[in-house]
C-alpha cells in the first residue's frame, strides 16, 4: 500500500458533512478520494466543499470503484450494517459509525465478516478521543480511585428529530444514538466485563426508547447505573465513578472533571479541574487520525468491532429486562 490512504466515506448527512469528512481533509496521510449518498445533492454539495473528486448515488458504486482503499459508513442506524458488510467483502477497510447495528446479531455479523478478512474494522466511539474522558481514563489507571467499586453516569436532552425520532426497531431512540457512546464510555473507562442487566424503559406512543434507567452488573462485582433520555430540558452528560480511594466525575457540559483521592496528594481535597478543547470535530479527527494510521502502520483497530458488539449485547439486555421485568445474563 502507497503511504496515503484513499478514503471514501457512504452518507453525506450531518455527522459526516459537519465531523467526519473535514476530519480525513485534515489528516496528512489520507486523500478523502470519493464520497456516496443516496441524496445525491447531499454527497455533491459535499465534494463542492472539501474538493472530494468522484461523487456516487450509492455505496455500491463506490466501494466497486477501485477509488479507495477504505470506507467511513455514516448512514442511519438502520442501514450501518448492510454497508459495512459491503464494504467489508470487498476487502476495504472500514470505520462505522456508532451503534454499528440494530442489535448483537447484526454487530455479530459485522464481527465475523471483518474477522475474515485481512481489514482493520473499527466503530466509531469518538468520545474515547476526548481530553476529558482520556484524562479520567489516565487518572484510573494511575490508581487515583483504588479499586472501583461503583458508577453512576448519564446521558440524554431534549426529543431527538428525523429518523432519529423513528420507532426503535428501526434505529430510532436514544439508547442507540447516545447511550451507546454512554455504554461504551463506562466499560471501557472501568476495563470491566459485564456480566448481567436490569433495567426499565419508558417508550413513547411511537415505540421509540423515550428514557431508560438500567444498571450494569460486572463480572468482578462492580455495578455501573445509567440514565439516557429524551425527555430532557436540557442536555447532560457525566460518569461518575466511585472507589475504595477515591472518587471522579467528568461532567461534558462544561469541560469540567472533579476528584477527591486518598492515594493522589495533589486531590486530598475535592479538585475540580477545567479541561477545555473537548469539541466533536477535534474528536473526530484523533479517532480518524487513529484509524488511518493503524492501517498504514499494519496495526489492529484502535476500537475494535467487537468492542461495538459489547454494547450492543447490553443494549438487547437493557430492552429484553425491561420487557420481561427481570435481569439478563450479557
Ligand atoms: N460519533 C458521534 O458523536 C456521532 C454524532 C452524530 C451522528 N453519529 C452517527 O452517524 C451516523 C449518521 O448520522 P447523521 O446524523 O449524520 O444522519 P443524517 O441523516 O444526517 O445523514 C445520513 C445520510 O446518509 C444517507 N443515506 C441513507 N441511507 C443510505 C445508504 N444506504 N447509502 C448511502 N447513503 C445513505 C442519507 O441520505 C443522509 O444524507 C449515525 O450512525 C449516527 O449515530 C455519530
Not at 474538493?51 to 448515488?57: F, R, V
Not at 428501526?170 to 454512554?182: I, K, N
Request: aromatic share 8%; hydrophobic share 40%.
Amino acid at each position: 500500500m502507497s503511504d496515503v490512504l484513499r478514503v471514501g466515506v457512504v452518507g453525506c448527512g450531518r455527522h459526516c458533512r459537519g465531523h467526519l469528512a473535514p476530519a480525513v481533509s485534515r489528516i496528512a496521510s489520507a486523500n478523502l478520494a470519493a464520497c456516496a449518498d443516496v441524496d445525491i445533492g447531499a454527497a455533491q454539495r459535499m465534494a463542492n466543499e472539501l474538493g472530494i473528486e468522484a461523487t456516487y448515488e450509492s455505496a455500491e458504486e463506490l466501494i466497486g470503484s477501485g477509488d479507495v482503499d477504505a470506507v467511513i459508513v455514516a448512514v442511519p442506524h438502520r442501514h450501518l450494517k448492510e454497508v459495512a458488510l459491503s464494504a467489508i467483502e470487498a476487502g476495504k477497510h472500514v470505520f462505522i459509525e456508532k451503534p454499528m447495528g440494530l442489535n448483537a446479531e447484526e454487530g455479530r455479523e459485522v464481527v465475523e465478516a471483518a474477522g475474515k478478512e485481512n481489514i482493520v474494522a473499527m466503530v466509531g466511539f469518538c468520545m474515547r478521543y476526548s481530553l476529558s474522558r482520556m484524562f479520567i481514563k489516565s487518572q484510573l489507571e494511575r490508581g487515583v480511585v483504588g479499586e472501583v467499586q461503583f458508577v453512576v453516569a448519564g446521558k440524554g436532552g431534549p426529543p431527538l428529530e428525523g429518523w432519529l425520532a423513528g420507532p426503535y426497531e428501526e434505529g430510532g431512540g436514544q439508547l442507540f444514538f447516545l447511550g451507546s457512546h454512554l455504554t461504551d464510555q463506562v466499560v471501557w473507562l472501568t476495563g470491566e466485563d459485564p456480566e448481567a442487566v436490569s433495567g426499565s424503559v419508558r417508550w413513547n406512543e411511537g415505540g421509540t426508547d423515550e428514557t431508560s434507567a438500567y444498571t450494569v452488573r460486572f463480572k468482578k462485582g462492580v455495578v455501573a447505573t445509567f440514565s439516557v433520555s429524551q425527555a430532557s430540558g436540557v442536555g447532560y452528560d457525566f460518569v461518575d465513578i466511585f472507589g475504595s480511594k477515591g472518587r471522579i466525575r467528568g461532567d461534558w457540559y462544561g469541560d469540567v472533571v472533579s476528584v477527591q483521592s486518598q492515594v493522589i496528594p495533589e486531590y486530598t481535597h475535592p479538585t475540580v479541574l477545567n479541561i477545555p478543547g473537548d469539541n466533536l470535530k477535534e474528536m473526530c479527527y484523533r479517532e480518524l487520525d487513529a484509524f488511518v494510521g493503524a492501517i498504514l502502520s499494519g496495526r489492529s483497530a484502535p476500537i475494535p468491532v467487537g468492542d461495538g458488539l459489547r454494547v450492543l449485547e447490553i443494549l438487547d439486555a437493557v430492552v429484553a429486562a425491561s420487557r420481561k421485568e427481570k435481569w439478563i445474563q450479557v
